[in-house]
């Protein structure tokens, strides 16, 4: 008889996925590799000062602060994980899987936008 093993995936109440654009991280001195995730996005102002016009509404922006924040990137740093050498190696495996699955979708997309587009063949109605 075959041995088997079944997981189930308990997902508390509160699970939040996050949405990420970029990583930080390197190799820690125990061997293991540390992942930060984080988004990035222009710095939001502290604060905003605008004229008052002479009909009293809200004019144009004259200061925020800090005077550099227009010009300063902020990375949130969401989460992030440590993984040791074999579950990295496991990871990587699994991820480049998950690559090789949207490349063939995206291959597929644009076959049927080409074909849609009397580029090549493709499906009539």
Request: aromatic residues 8%.
């Amino acid at each position: 008889m075959k041995q088997e093993v079944r997981f189930c995936y308990v997902v508390p109440d509160n699970y939040t996925p996050v949405f990420v654009n970029g990583a930080h991280g390197g190799v820690s001195p125990r061997g293991e590799i540390i992942i930060n995730f984080y988004h990035e996005r222009p710095l939001l102002p502290v604060a905003i000062t605008h004229e008052i016009t002479p009909a009293g509404t809200i004019g144009k922006e004259i200061a925020q602060e800090p005077a550099d924040a227009g010009a300063t990137m902020s990375r949130a740093v969401e989460t992030g994980v440590i993984l040791s050498y074999d579950n990295a190696k496991n990871f990587h495996h699994w991820l480049g899987e998950r690559l090789k699955e949207l490349e063939s979708l995206e291959k597929a997309r644009a076959a049927f936008a080409a074909g849609a587009h009397g580029e090549g063949p493709g499906v009539t109605h």
